[in-house]
């Protein structure tokens, strides 16, 4: 089966920098889109940022535009979030997702979930 595991989370002070990883095993990690989600308690699921098979397109949330980045190491089945200029507002479960297409564009293209890091913005 595929299984995304995501690391890296922790702790921060606000505008602290955190880096997120998600390591895919059991499919064929360099045909797959990827994105980033996080929640918070109580609230919805929102979208982050994504990145395409191929590394060369990705898209973020209004909210972190700017801020954060997305990338990919095919050689290590890896996908990166670096996220600077942290707010409390930043706060929740981060979740990594695949989708066999290769440039998602909606939810329901995403077929494979990790459980998540959690990310706590204080001071």
């Known amino acids: 089966q595929v299984q995304l595991v995501e690391s890296g989370g922790g702790l921060v002070q606000p505008g602290g920098s955190l880096r997120l990883s998600c390591v895919v095993s059991g499919g064929t990690f360099r045909t797959y889109g990827i994105g980033w989600f996080r929640q918070a308690p109580g609230k919805e699921r929102e979208f982050v940022a994504a990145t395409s098979a191929s590394g060369h397109y990705s898209s973020y949330g209004e909210s972190v535009q700017g801020r954060f980045t997305v990338s990919r190491d095919n050689a290590k089945n890896t996908v990166y979030l670096q996220m600077n200029s942290l707010k409390p507002e930043d706060m929740g479960a981060y979740y990594c997702?695949?989708?066999?297409?290769?440039?998602?564009?909606?939810?329901?293209?995403?077929?494979?979930w990790g459980q998540g890091t959690q990310v706590t913005v204080s001071s």
């Open positions: 997702a695949a989708a066999r297409t290769g440039w998602p564009l909606r939810l329901l293209d995403y077929d494979y």
